[in-house]
């Protein structure tokens, strides 16, 4: 049974900085994509970074600059190490996975985690 399991979210003042890890078995070196999504209360679900197998990485404009998304292989575990965080990041965050098909990888995730809540206050 495939487990993604997050942690680290919590309640932290505007400025401050929080470090969300995932434990991923299988999934840090499997060949492709991971994912850190969030979701605000009464919003869609939106995507804030991606790390490839191979550790290039790209973020959403609204966390640029201020959110770094890295793995370690020998652990299995995916992080995102956020600073400067503003109310606005207020939300579910969530790690997920890509699954790897043989040939080709999915284009979007497969796997989902159960969430960890990150709470900004001003």
């Known amino acids: 049974q495939v487990q993604l399991v997050e942690s680290g979210g919590g309640s932290v003042q505007a400025g401050g900085s929080l470090r969300l890890s995932c434990t991923a078995p299988?999934?840090?070196?499997?060949?492709?994509?991971m994912h850190w999504y969030r979701q605000a209360a009464g919003k869609q679900r939106e995507w804030v970074s991606r790390?490839?197998?191979?550790?290039?990485?790209t973020y959403a404009d609204s966390v640029k600059g201020r959110f770094t998304i890295s793995k370690d292989n020998a652990t299995n575990t995916l992080y995102l190490q956020m600073n400067s965080l503003k109310p606005e990041d207020t939300a579910m965050y969530y790690c997920?996975?890509?699954?790897?098909?043989?040939?080709?990888?999915?284009?979007?995730?497969?796997?989902w985690g159960q969430g960890t809540q990150v709470t900004v206050s001003s």
């Open positions: 997920a996975a890509e699954l790897n098909l043989g040939r080709f990888c999915t284009s979007g995730p497969a796997y």
């Open positions: 299988g999934f840090t070196s499997n060949g492709c994509g």
């Open positions: 790390i490839s197998t191979y550790g290039s990485t």
